[in-house]
Structures are given as C-alpha cells and as structure tokens.
C-alpha cells in the first residue's frame, strides 16, 4: 500500500525546512497525528541535506522514500521494535501522506500559487480529506479542511538570502 504514495518531487532546503515546520504541527481533533513523530520530523529536514542520513532506521526508510532511491517497504524488520510496532498497520502510509501533503503545501507556498491546490488525500480521524489550499492575499492562505492546532500557523523560510514568511488560515479565520 505505501508503495503507492508517490514521494515529494522537490525537496531542496527551504521546501523542507517549510515541511518541516508544517509537520511539527500536524494533526488535531480531526486530523490524525505522526507516529513515531521525531523520525518524521527528522526525515523531512534532512530531506534537504544532500547526503543526510538518519541515524535511526525509519528516518533512514522515509529518507530513500524521498530521494526516489527505493520504495522504503522494508517494515518488517522494524516491526520488530515497539517504537514502529505501528507501522505495518497504517502507520507508515499516514506519515508518508503527511510528508507528501507537507512538502506539496511548502511548494504552493514557496511559488506563490494563485488558483486552489488541492492536496492529499491525508488520513482523517473518519477516512480520508484532501485539503485544498487558497491565497488569501499577498502572504495569506486559507486552508479547508485545517490540519493543524488552533486556527492559524506562520511558517518561514530563507530562500536566495530573503526571508519568506506565509500564514496559514483555518476557513473562517480572519485576516
């Protein structure tokens, strides 16, 4: 089933930093949270470092599932450790759904879409949703369904030496 999920087709420095910074608030009441969290949130920042590797084995799966080295279905034998006794029953395709919504939002946000991005589909606490993303103004976005904590999230990101900073809106938050 993982196999299906095609990784991130971009994943320079400032797309994972954003990414990151997207998957450090994932989930909420609605939205199912990463598990185990720390190797998704390593993954997606070192999927920006040329080389980087994990030092733990599913960072290291998550890292060849990005680079499009390998498809990363090599979770029987970290099925064994309690820490990934989740993987093979979900887990793994709800973190990589994430990693891929993540990066395809960072993206959005860093080329300054105009029109609605759809993204996902993501793992919801009832099936599945695919959050559609839509500018709001010049650094604003509204995001439906919301993914996240409360009702607004800035991230930032440097990219050529200028800092980017995006705010991302619930439906009804105001500006």
Known sequence: MTALIPPPTRHDPATALLAFQLLDHWGN?????????????????????????????YVDVLLAWIAGTAAGDDLVALARDPRYALLPRGGDALNRRALACCFALAVALLEGSRGPVTLGPVAAREGEVSPVLRRADEKAYRLRPWLFPGRRLSVHAEVSGVLSSFTLLATAEPL
Request: no cysteine.
């Open 29 to 57: 009441r609605a939205i199912t949270r990463l598990s185990p969290r720390a190797e998704v949130l390593a993954a997606a920042l070192l999927a920006g470092v040329p080389g980087g590797a994990g030092g733990s084995s």
